[in-house]
């Protein structure tokens, strides 16, 4: 095992542990409609990130590195399986850089393949104490939750940051502050302690999910996985277009009447400062993140701090 104080090598090596446990999930062959697709999304790239946080956080408290596989392949799961409901719900043709699950088979072969998969995280928390799974199950709901508000959200004008944030602080957030918990549940310290935890990735959530806009406006396609501008041009609302609509309402509705093209996105969002003012949100969120760490020794933070970090400077 690499030294657990060398992060870039520790993170690869918990990549590497949680995709041998995803491999590692017992299927049967038989109905090929259900276990087929369900293998396909195992086998997809993933960056892995909730697994990871999970035995980062759980490894501060010394918490049983069984016990945190079990835990993150269960998020992974959950997370998965919203992913397959999700693009159903809002048509995305390319997940992770090949066709996602509806495409390449059809809407009721995801629906399904999606409810296989959340029954598979259900089974991995067997063994670890009730309140694990009670979490596990609340954060679900939320993350539900926050799904429903996205899609009333869509092409809703009267959407503020205000309601943004409560709607990605749901189907974002509380997934990693669920991650970010669950060793401290599972060690069964004190409640204090994983809410602590639970608001550092709650915050982190949030700025990942406004930071995932930026990048849906100005990263790079090709390492996105996905076309740029899909979901703005879609109606969904994001950070960028909420802050474009409360600085100047006439001047953005004027604009999205005209302007379809991802170049003329950025120079509108550049020149009137609404990106750098998503990124002071970024800097923000992450900030009051780091404060949710107070609850662990210094000594043991350093891993934590550079996920955020790594996070902070994700470009896909």
Request: aromatic share 8%; glycine share 8%; proline share 4%.
């Amino acid at each position: 095992m690499p030294d657990i104080n060398n992060f870039p090598k520790h993170v690869q090596f918990l990549k590497g542990e949680i995709e041998t446990a995803l491999q590692k999930i017992p299927l049967d062959h038989s109905p090929n409609y259900l276990y087929n697709p369900l293998k396909y999304v195992l086998n997809g790239k993933g960056k892995r990130l909730r697994p990871i946080l999970v035995h980062l956080a759980g490894q501060a408290f010394e918490t049983d590195p069984q016990d945190l596989m079990k835990a993150g392949v269960a998020v992974e799961l959950l997370h998965n399986f919203t992913l397959v409901h999700d693009d159903i719900m809002d048509g995305d043709n390319v997940r992770h850089g090949q066709p996602t699950v509806h495409k390449k088979w059809d809407n009721s072969t995801a629906i399904l393949t999606g409810d296989g998969i959340f029954v598979l995280a259900q089974l991995m928390l067997t063994g670890l104490p009730p309140l694990v799974q009670q979490r596990f199950n609340e954060v679900t709901m939320s993350v539900c939750e926050g799904q429903g508000m996205d899609k009333e959200f869509e092409n809703d004008s009267s959407v503020s940051m205000g309601h943004y944030l409560i709607m990605i602080g749901k189907k974002t957030g509380a997934l990693l502050g669920l991650c970010a918990e669950l060793g401290a549940l599972i060690r069964d310290e004190s409640q204090e302690t994983a809410h602590h935890l639970f608001e550092y990735g709650l915050n982190l959530g949030l700025a990942f999910q406004i930071q995932d806009d930026l990048l849906e406006i100005f990263g790079n396609e090709s390492s996105m996985g996905k076309s740029l501008g899909s979901d703005i041009r879609a109606g969904k609302q994001t950070a960028l277009s909420i802050l474009a609509r409360e600085k100047n309402p006439d001047q953005w509705d004027n604009f999205i009447k005209e302007n379809r093209t991802i170049s003329k996105y950025q120079s509108y969002f550049k020149s009137n400062g609404i990106k750098s003012d998503t990124e002071k949100v970024i800097q923000h969120y992450i900030e009051k993140a780091q404060e949710g760490l107070s609850v662990i020794p210094e000594e043991k933070r350093s891993n934590l701090n550079q996920f955020t970090t790594m996070i902070l400077n994700r470009t896909y």
